[in-house]
């Protein structure tokens, strides 16, 4: 007995280091997180050894994501467990474990989960032992659930946005039960750190510093799904960003629905742009990303950090929802029409070489031509680098969705091709203006349609294509940007300079 590791006198930095095939699984489960999350991860590892000798195979898991940045960090947390559990991580859905990690925010989302399960069942009747799971903002919703009971039965296991952290004991609970495991919490206070995640790429990783939203805009479902806000400590943030940067990650990327309102209700209150100011001393970190910024909460001392910066990517997403000050306000944005613009004027003159970008709603209940006249009159003057573009979606328990004057169909379409056809056509003279340039690039990939091209990205977040290797992933490089093709560029590698990064 003496080899093996009780977890309960592991502290959390040792924790990630402890050899799983090691921990005494016998005993009762440790009380305190994340330590008993390791231990299920021990139990489940077990499992999948049996497994894989009983069927002289590994044993897949696949992961499918939907939805923000945010679900995507979830998944690599999930992606983490499943690999310490002793899964191999599968491309398709052909797999001994399929999880999908769903999104609510537009109807959509949700009809594509519910085809992909009847997809998932034909799997499931030829390979009987195969487990499914559904996780992430779908879940949180009392009808969906409903509707995956009666109608869905061959799920395995069930669970929601605010107990993701518990994920290894739900996946043991399940790996041992024949019947539907399901666990949804309503809320939470818990932020539980220290857990393993794998990450998608080894040089770039997204960090969450925040969860949930209180900003209850009229339409969107996220705070009831996602709860309300909690700011990670900023002490938890920067250990997390030194791990990532001395595991080889130079690019980062802030999450938070709202990260403009980062810290406000921290123990000891912390502003965003303080909490910018101690990531850029992080050694190694070499690009900062952030996302979403609330236009209402963006504040002059972010804007002159950026401004300051090195470090901080030419990038804001900016979310205008509306150019009609009457819909913002049914919206309830609390911003008008005149403050996003000059907000937006502000941010382009203290930091000329950025880029902004949005989404916008079409089709908001009450919204005339008159009012997408006017979201098309701020797209103009702001000069958008690129906007999302989204039909509106009715979601059920938002106070949207009961009021009058719900817009047809076929006006909303109408609308939204109005819409597009600006938003491109701006978006498209927005990056003609870097042809000729030269930008630092940090190469992503190899290019899926044309294996001679590397595909890498600028810090103002615009994809460039140019000849060169897979060694070259990874890394930054100076490219010159050659053509122009509407949202992205064709470019030459140069050779590295400095001064002339964009
Ligand atoms: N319908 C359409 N789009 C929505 N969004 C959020 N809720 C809805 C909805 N009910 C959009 C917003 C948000 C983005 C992530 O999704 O534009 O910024
Ligand atoms: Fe939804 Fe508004 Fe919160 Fe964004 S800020 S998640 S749109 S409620």
């Not at 709603?361 to 006249?373: C, K, M, N, Q, S």
């Amino acid at each position: 007995m003496d080899s093996y590791i009780d977890l309960q006198n592991i502290g959390t930095e040792e924790l990630g280091h402890v050899d799983l095939d090691r921990v005494d699984v016998y005993g009762s489960p440790p009380d305190v997180e994340p330590q008993r999350q390791y231990y299920f991860m021990a139990k489940c590892r077990q499992i999948v050894k049996s497994e894989r000798e009983r069927l002289g195979r590994p044993l897949y898991a696949c992961i499918q994501t939907l939805g923000c940045q945010m679900n995507a960090r979830d998944s690599e947390k999930l992606t983490g467990i499943l690999l310490d559990a002793g899964f191999e991580e599968a491309a398709e859905e052909v797999a001994d474990f399929v999880i999908y990690n769903t999104c609510t925010v537009r109807d959509n989302a949700n009809q594509k989960v519910y085809g992909r399960l009847g997809v998932l069942h034909g799997y499931k009747r030829r390979r009987p032992h195969m487990k499914i799971a559904l996780c992430g903002c779908m879940m949180q919703e009392a009808s969906v659930v409903e509707k995956i009971k009666n109608s869905y039965p061959f799920v395995d296991l069930v669970f929601g946005t605010h107990n993701i952290f518990k994920f290894a004991e739900l996946l043991y609970t399940s790996l041992v039960s024949d019947r539907m495991v399901m666990d949804i919490w309503q809320d939470t206070d818990a932020i539980v750190e220290d857990l393993p995640a794998k990450r998608k790429y080894p040089f770039k990783s997204g960090i969450n510093i925040m969860f949930g939203c209180n900003n209850f805009c009229s339409y969107c479902i996220v705070p009831y799904v996602r709860g309300r806000e909690r700011s990670r400590k900023p002490a938890d943030i920067l250990r997390e960003i030194e791990l990532l940067a001395r595991d080889g990650v130079t690019e980062i990327m802030l999450l938070g629905q709202n990260v403009n309102s980062y810290g406000k209700n921290l123990e000891q209150p912390m502003s965003f742009a303080r909490l910018l100011r101690e990531v850029e001393q992080v050694e190694g970190i070499r690009r900062i990303r952030f996302m979403t910024s609330h236009p209402k909460d963006l504040s002059d001392e972010l804007i002159a950090v950026m401004g300051d910066s090195k470090k901080l990517c030419r990038h804001l997403h900016l979310p205008l929802q509306s150019g009609s000050t009457r819909i913002l306000q049914a919206m309830n944005r609390r911003y008008t029409k005149e403050q996003y613009l000059s907000l937006a004027e502000k941010i382009r003159r203290e930091i000329p070489d950025i880029s902004i970008t949005t989404d916008i709603i079409v089709g908001f209940p009450g919204e005339t031509p008159g009012d997408v006249d006017e979201t098309i009159d701020v797209v103009q003057k702001v000069r958008f680098d690129n906007a999302f573009t989204f039909l509106y979606s009715k979601r059920t328990g938002t106070p949207a969705a009961s009021m009058e004057g719900q817009v047809p169909e076929v006006s909303m379409k109408q609308g939204f091709d109005r819409l597009l056809h600006v938003v491109q056509d701006v978006a498209r003279q927005q990056a003609a203006r870097l042809a000729g340039q030269t930008a630092e690039v940090l190469v992503e990939d190899v290019n899926a349609h044309d294996g001679s091209l590397v595909t890498g990205r600028m810090s103002n977040n615009m994809l460039v294509h140019f000849p060169g290797g897979r060694e070259l992933i990874g890394q930054y490089v100076t490219v010159a940007l050659k053509q122009c093709k509407g949202f992205y560029y064709m470019g030459e590698r140069k050779a590295p300079a400095i001064n002339d990064s964009i």
